[in-house]
């Protein structure tokens, strides 16, 4: 199917297809955390973390106890690094262009909350340190510069019903990841083995 004929390429052309914002979509973005965003922030398990580089881009998910997400200022977030499969595609990113963008969800809630800016990488000691779990510090801690601060509304949330009970999917329908890294690896790597050791090896390795 073509759809050459009816691109949108121009600003123009995108603010006459959705208008001109106004309301409460101006006046909740901010460049600092206010009360509200503040609770948001500390009530978070999980956040998708998007950068850029000049191979691309990448967003990558991290979670841990609310809370993990710590508030240094009102402009000024910390997220430590845990262990993980050392790819490091968001630290790449950082250390060439610091521009990021954060995507903050809570178990249940229909809300999320998006912060703009920019990072820096610190491998202070006492800093790794005050966010020891288990015994074990993190690899590093990201800085968060915040430039903009605001939630989004919930018609995502409700629309995929992502924290609907009645909609979890049973991971056993899907393709397990040792089937699938089988098949990317030809047979090499993964399968049944894999699959089997995967949660002892998930729990070993979170901290």
């Not at 997220?79 to 050392?86: A, Q, S, T, V, Y």
């Not at 963008?101 to 998006?114: D, N």
């Not at 924290?163 to 397990?176: E, G, H, I, T």
Request: contains cysteine.
């Amino acid at each position: 199917m073509s759809t050459g004929d009816h691109l949108v390429t121009t600003v123009e052309a995108l603010e006459a297809l959705y208008g001109t914002p106004g309301g409460a979509s101006v006046i909740k973005e901010i460049d600092h955390i206010n009360d509200g965003y503040r609770a948001l922030i500390e009530a978070a398990r999980f956040v998708a973390i998007a950068t850029s580089g000049p191979e691309g881009l990448d967003c990558s998910p991290k979670g841990d106890p609310a809370g993990f997400i710590r508030i240094l200022d009102d402009r000024t977030l910390a997220i430590p690094d845990r262990r993980g499969n050392n790819r490091v595609d968001t630290f790449h990113n950082i250390v060439r262009d610091p521009r990021i963008a954060l995507l903050f969800l809570i178990p249940g809630v229909g809300e999320t909350l998006r912060v703009n800016g920019r990072a820096d990488i610190s491998i202070d000691p006492e800093l790794l340190a005050s966010f020891a779990m288990n015994g074990k510090n993190p690899v590093c801690v990201m800085i968060v510069h915040i430039e903009s601060i605001y939630f989004h509304c919930s018609k995502a949330m409700v629309r995929s019903k992502l924290w609907d009970p009645a909609q979890m999917v049973d991971r056993k329908s899907l393709p397990s990841t040792g089937t699938i890294v089988a098949e990317l690896s030809k047979g090499r790597l993964g399968g049944e083995a894999y699959d089997r050791e995967l949660p002892e090896r998930v729990q070993a390795q979170l901290y």
